[in-house]
């Protein structure tokens, strides 16, 4: 019965810090749906904003240098 209680004790513990790590681990609720509400609409400015254009010519090639070694 001893080895029992031994067991317990670490089991225990086990299924708490489980329990623990599960329930902080939560995504946080917004406080207020107005807030979420104006994110989703930063979001959706930001998404029409056209992209910037470009360089015709592309990203310049890169020379490689001679090491001296």
């Given amino acids: 019965m001893a ?4 067991w317990l004790i670490p089991i225990g513990a086990t299924v708490l810090a489980i329990a623990f790590v599960a329930l902080r681990s939560r995504p946080a609720r917004p406080q207020d749906p107005k807030d979420s509400i104006a ?3 930063a ?5 029409e904003r ?6 015709q010519q592309g990203p310049s090639p890169r020379t ?3 090491r001296p070694w």
Avoid: I, N, Y
């Fill in 3 to 6: 080895a029992l209680a031994w």
């Fill in 39 to 41: 994110a989703l609409r």
């Fill in 43 to 47: 979001m959706q400015v930001a998404m």
């Fill in 50 to 55: 056209p992209m910037p254009e470009l360089d």
């Fill in 64 to 66: 490689r240098q001679e």
